[in-house]
């Protein structure tokens, strides 16, 4: 028995169509199935409907490593709070130690004048007794303009915050006792200034009052000179911006991130659902939010596809005409 092996050949099946309309159909037919296919997904679920403050419908675990972003802003937020909470960095100014210095050689300088000032006026009133004092002897040499103002109300001009009592000790002590208080103050000032004052507060004022009571001198003189001195302190140790917004940058950036292991539980079945746990699953993919939000990226698809379809046809007509000629058995 013979068997006869018939030679096949590619050309014995011809395509039976009806020119460029065939051709069509099945472009049209090959869009219509995919577009179908595009909308079809659309209504499958892949997800849960569920909000936060709802019950979970089931345990649900972690897939993957993922971020608790809600913790994570929470410690961000923690760390910036701490960063503006932090008092500012501080450095030395050394120009205060000296502008208060200079302030205080002009104020003695006129405190000098003053005091002979008061000298002079004392004279005076008892030239006018009639009684010259024992060893009188004008002061002349002061060199202070003649001044409507007497020597007590040109003190207060300098607003020294001294008492009555305190003004008239300044006028009338002696000069062994007048140079030991131009002497202190300016000492026991830059003593405190060389300690470091931020604010000029209770206990900068406490420091001062501390080193006036070292020095020999009698608590009238003491107090005194703590109220010359304590009128020009002032902080001379100013903020140093840049360090400080250096340093605030630094401590704003020292937060933890917070994450969730694979398999971790995220919500357990019939416990509500808080939005820490609503922005996890959310982030998983566990969240399906409706037809709604699937229809407008569905009909983009489609018009998408239509679009191709159409151009895939208009180039074949133009470029491959034969392609579509009816050919005849």
Do not use: C
Request: charged share 25%; no cysteine.
């Amino acid at each position: 028995m013979k068997f006869k092996f018939h030679k096949f050949k590619f050309n014995q099946f011809k395509w039976k169509g009806t020119g460029i309309a065939f051709h069509v159909l099945l472009i049209a037919a090959a869009f219509l199935i995919t577009a179908a296919a595009v909308v079809t997904g659309a209504y499958v679920e892949t997800g849960y409907q569920v909000s936060v403050g709802v019950i979970s419908p089931q345990r649900f675990k972690a897939t993957r490593k993922v971020e608790n972003t809600l913790a994570t802003e929470q410690n961000r937020a923690e760390a910036e709070k701490a960063a503006l909470d932090m008092k500012p960095l501080r450095k030395k100014d050394p120009t205060i130690n000296e502008k208060a210095a200079a302030r205080l050689e002009a104020l003695f300088i006129s405190l000098d004048d003053i005091r002979r000032l008061y000298t002079n006026e004392r004279l005076e009133e008892e030239l006018e007794d009639g009684v010259p004092p024992p060893g009188f002897a004008p002061v002349t040499e002061s060199g202070a303009p003649l001044m409507p103002l007497t020597a007590l109300e040109q003190l207060d001009t300098l607003q020294l915050t001294l008492s009555e009592t305190q003004s008239r000790l300044l006028l009338e002590m002696d000069a062994e006792h007048y140079d030991k208080i131009k002497e202190t103050i300016p000492l026991v000032l830059e003593t405190v200034f060389d300690q470091g004052v931020q604010e000029v507060d209770a206990k900068s004022l406490l420091n001062m009052q501390d080193e006036f009571a070292k020095i020999d001198m009698n608590g009238d003189m003491q107090n005194m000179g703590y109220q010359i001195a304590s009128s020009y302190l002032e902080p001379n140790y100013i903020v140093d911006e840049a360090a400080t917004a250096k340093a605030r940058q630094e401590i704003a950036g020292q937060y933890q991130q917070v994450f969730l292991l694979k398999d971790q539980m995220i919500v357990d079945k019939d416990e509500p659902i808080d939005e820490e746990a609503y922005q996890i699953l959310e982030a998983l993919g566990f969240i399906s939010y409706g037809l709604r939000d699937k229809i407008v990226p569905a009909v983009n698809a489609v018009a998408v596809l239509g679009i191709l379809y159409a151009l895939s046809i208009l180039y074949l007509i133009t470029y491959h005409k034969n392609m579509f000629a009816h050919k005849k058995e």
